[in-house]
């Protein structure tokens, strides 16, 4: 499965961005696509995730009530909402998928065998 990732650019602060990441064939029900992000010189970071079955979602502290993960069953396509947008979430954000993550394991990158090639976004203060 070969994601792709798009939706990146630059925005003032406050402002908002949504990022697709569409996968050329329908994930299985048990798939998790999560989306991470890494700043200059900074670890990946994980951001949040979502069972592709609709049955979970995780959100990273960082993000939570600013950023919303939705599918779109009929495209094969995750969507990251990104509102109240901060200069700190300035980083490459990357789309991954993973067909067997547990639950507890979500945040984890290592889990994610699927990789999306990256979108800058770019907040300006």
């Known amino acids: 499965v070969q994601l792709q990732a798009s939706g990146g650019g630059l925005v003032q602060a406050g402002g908002s961005l949504r990022l697709s990441c569409a996968a050329p064939e329908r994930p299985t029900s048990r798939t998790v696509m999560g989306w991470f992000r890494q700043a200059p010189g900074k670890e990946r970071e994980f951001v949040t995730a979502?069972?592709?079955?609709?049955?979970?979602?995780w959100n990273s502290d960082s993000v939570k009530g600013r950023f919303t993960i939705s599918r779109d069953t009929a495209e094969n396509t995750v969507y990251l909402q990104m509102n109240s947008l901060k200069p700190e979430d300035t980083a490459v954000y990357f789309c991954?998928?993973?067909?067997?993550?547990?639950?507890?394991?979500?945040?984890?990158?290592?889990?994610?065998?699927?990789w999306g090639q990256g979108t800058q976004v770019t907040v300006s203060s």
């Open positions: 979502m069972r592709w079955s609709g049955s979970g979602t």
């Open positions: 991954a998928a993973g067909g067997r993550i547990i639950n507890t394991s979500v945040r984890v990158a290592a889990g994610y065998d699927n």
